[in-house]
């Protein structure tokens, strides 16, 4: 990872089958977005979703965006793709090569709710640090020159990152909080990789580490 990209995280994705409608190259930016206005209500019911297209400059259609209109055709969205011009460019300053994951966990639900106890009893605090005491895998908040606070986040693992590392509390916690099937894999290289399966799509969401 680049140093002036450690706050970033680069999200993988793949659908289990594929979607005739967004074959190409493109890229989704702002996600933030698109969520808020998948979940606006006027879209709920019997709305009109449109894959929008491109000509390229070798005659091919290029998904270029969604648009979004309720059923009464009085409330429209578009969502705009990142081309794959843009894509490209940015894969070149993005390369993240195969690790070894120190420890491997499939986080329960009462695990991520304790992370959110945790999180919100040290507001202050922007990272955690992931360690493993025996077989706990334990994450800690803070220094104990002031306010702290650690807990058990799942016992019996089996590895051991040998680094102090620091991940971002926030942006675990929105990943964690995604519905599907979850990984959580630390490696000693400085990233963490949590998996999201969905069922339907499987996403890596590979997250640059820092050091205390």
Known sequence: FPSHDRESVIVQASFKNPVPEFIGTFGMPNLGKLNTILN????KEEADLTITYKD????QKQPSGIHFENKTGDFKNDYRFMSSEIITDKLKSVKFKGV????????????IQRLKFQASANSEETTFTAKTDGSDLKFFFGDHSSHAGNFVFQSGVTG?????????IAEVIAILNLTGDKK????????????????IAEYNFIIPAQTK
């Open 100 to 111: 070894k994951w120190n420890v491997e966990v499939e986080p329960t639900a009462a695990s």
């Open 184 to 199: 959580l894999r630390i490696s000693d290289e400085g990233a963490a990789q949590i998996t999201v399966d969905t069922g």
């Open 160 to 168: 051991s990152p040998s680094k102090a590392w620091s991940w971002p």
């Open 40 to 43: 606006i209500p006027e879209y």
């Open 56 to 59: 390229t400059d070798d005659g």
